[in-house]
C-alpha cells in the first residue's frame, strides 16, 4: 500500500553520494534534503521541496467531512470524503504542498537515499514494479512505478517530534492522534498502448526509471492509483486505521482525471479469523470492502483482502504496514512458515514483534523507512539496545520493501 518498496539493497550512504552526487547532511545540520538527485543546469521544469516545517505545537485537527459516514457500511462516501480532504488545495497547486492554502501537508524525510529514493522533479520514490499482466490481460512488458505521499498538519507534528533532534531521531515520539490523514499519489511508466484504462490520465514528469533498477531519466508517468488512510477511533477495536485505495480508470465519468478515481475498497482489520491463502467472493470478510463496481483490471490481496494494482497480492494494505515498528524485526511480507502471523490486528499503538525497547510506528512505513536509511547512514547514531521479541520474529533479510522482485 503506502510503502512497501521493491528491492531496496543497504547501500553505505558514500556509495549513495556516489550514485547521486550529493553529501548526506552533516551532523548538527538542521533541515532533511529534498531529493538524492543533481538537478540538471538545463532544467527549467518544477523542483521538489520538502515540506518540514513541521508543528512544533501540536495543531487541531479541524474538519473531520469523513466522521459524517460510518466506513463499515457507508464505505464509498467515506472514501470519497477523504479523497476530496487530500485534493482540497493540493490540486491547484499541482501537489506543491507549500503552496497549498487551505490546509498543511507534510513529508516524510529521509527517504532521499538509495537509487530508489526522491527524484527531484516532484520527490516520487520507486516502487514495487508492475509485471506482464498485472495491470492489464494485454500487458506484455514490465514497468516502474512511482509514489509520493504525505501527512496532514496532525501527522505532521508526529513527524516533526521524532525529528526534533535530525542527529537523534526519536521513534517513542509516534502516537498518531485520530484525524491523522495520509496520502500516497503513485505513478507508473507504462503507456496506454499496454494499460488502455490509463488514457486521459493526469501525468507528471519525473526523473524516473522505467523498469526497476533501469538508469533515470526524464520522461512521462501516468497517475495509476491513490491510497488513503485515516487514523479513526472507531476502529480501535481492530487497528485504529482505516485505509482506502482508488484506481484511475479511463473509462470512468469524470471532468478530470482526478474524478475518474474509482474506489477499490477500504479496510479497518485484517480478518484474522480468514486463514485460507484464498478464497472467493471476498464477501466472508467481515473488516473489508471491496468495491464490485470497481472497472480496471486490479488484484487484491491474500483471499481477495484491500490492496492496489501495484500492491503485492501476498499481503493486504494492512497487514503490510503493521509491521511498521522500530526497530524492525520482521520483513514487511509474509513468510511461508507463519503468514498469519502478518494478519493479526494489531492496535495502532503496538509493535509487530513486541517487547522491551520496541517501539509501534503506529503503522507508518514512511517513518520506519526513514528510520531505516538515517541510521544505514549514521550506524554510530545507532546507540538503543532492542530486546528479542516476545515470538521468534522471521528472520529480516532486506529493508522494508513494496514486494522484493522475486516475491510474486
Keep these: 500500500m503506502f510503502l512497501q518498496r521493491s528491492t531496496l539493497q543497504v547501500l553505505s550512504f558514500a556509495a ?38 513541521y508543528p512544533k505545537i501540536k495543531p487541531a485537527v479541524g474538519t473531520k467531512p469523513w466522521k459524517s459516514f460510518n466506513f463499515k457500511t457507508q464505505p464509498v462516501p467515506y472514501l470519497q470524503s477523504v479523497l476530496s480532504y487530500c485534493k482540497e488545495g493540493n490540486v491547484e497547486v499541482d501537489w506543491q504542498l507549500e503552496k497549498n492554502t487551505v490546509r498543511n501537508w507534510y513529508h516524510a524525510p529521509w527517504l532521499h537515499t538509495t537509487p530508489n529514493g526522491r527524484e527531484f522533479v516532484h520527490g516520487l520514490t520507486g516502487e514495487r514494479s508492475s509485471r506482464p499482466h498485472e495491470l492489464d490481460p494485454a500487458q506484455t512488458g514490465s514497468f516502474a512505478n512511482w509514489a509520493v505521499g504525505f501527512y496532514n498538519a496532525p501527522g505532521g507534528y508526529v513527524i516533526g517530534q521524532v525529528w526534533k533532534d535530525p542527529n537523534a531521531p526519536n521513534p517513542s515520539a509516534v502516537l498518531f492522534p485520530d484525524g491523522t490523514v495520509t496520502c500516497k499519489l503513485l505513478f507508473t511508466t507504462a503507456p496506454v498502448a499496454q494499460v488502455p484504462y490509463l488514457k486521459n490520465s493526469f501525468e507528471w514528469q519525473a526523473n524516473a526509471s522505467a523498469s526497476s533498477g533501469g538508469p533515470r531519466s526524464i520522461q512521462t508517468v501516468r497517475l495509476l492509483q491513490v491510497d488513503v488512510a485515516v487514523r479513526d477511533s472507531r476502529a480501535n477495536t481492530t487497528t485504529g486505521w482505516v485505509f482506502g485505495t482508488f484506481v484511475y480508470d479511463g473509462n470512468a465519468a469524470g471532468a478530470t482525471p482526478w474524478d475518474r478515481l474509482v474506489p477499490v475498497g477500504l479496510m479497518w482489520g485484517n480478518d484474522p479469523a480468514v486463514t485460507e491463502p484464498t478464497k472467493t467472493p471476498t464477501t466472508h470478510l467481515a473488516e473489508t470492502f471491496i468495491n464490485p463496481a470497481v472497472g ?10 484491500l490492496n492496489g494494482p501495484v500492491d503485492n497480492p501476498k499481503s493486504s494494505c494492512l497487514s503490510c504496514h503493521s509491521t511498521a515498528q522500530w526497530k524492525a524485526l520482521s520483513n514487511v511480507l509474509p513468510d511461508a512458515s507463519d503468514p498469519m502471523r502478518w494478519f493479526r490486528n494489531i492496535k495502532a499503538t503496538e509493535a509487530f514483534d513486541p517487547g522491551p525497547g520496541q517501539h509501534s510506528l503506529g503503522y507508518s512505513l514512511q517513518i520506519a523507512l526513514g528510520l531505516e536509511r538515517f541510521h544505514t547512514a549514521h550506524p554510530s547514531q545507532l546507540t538503543e539496545t532492542i530486546a528479542p521479541a516476545a515470538a ?14 522475486d516475491d510474486n
Excluded: M
Excluded at 18 to 47: H, I, K, M, Y
Excluded at 296 to 305: D, K, M, S, T
Design 16 to 53: 549513495v553520494a556516489l550514485c547521486f552526487s550529493v553529501e548526506p547532511p552533516a551532523v548538527g545540520g538542521q533541515t532533511f534534503p529534498s531529493s538524492g538527485d543533481t538537478v540538471p543546469n538545463s532544467w527549467t521544469g518544477p523542483v521538489f521541496k520538502l515540506r518540514q516545517d
Design 296 to 305: 480496471p483490471a486490479q488484484h487484491l490481496g491474500r483471499a481477495g483482502r
Design 392 to 405: 521468534p520474529p522471521s528472520k529480516k533479510t532486506k529493508p522494508i520493501s513494496r514486494g522484493d522482485e
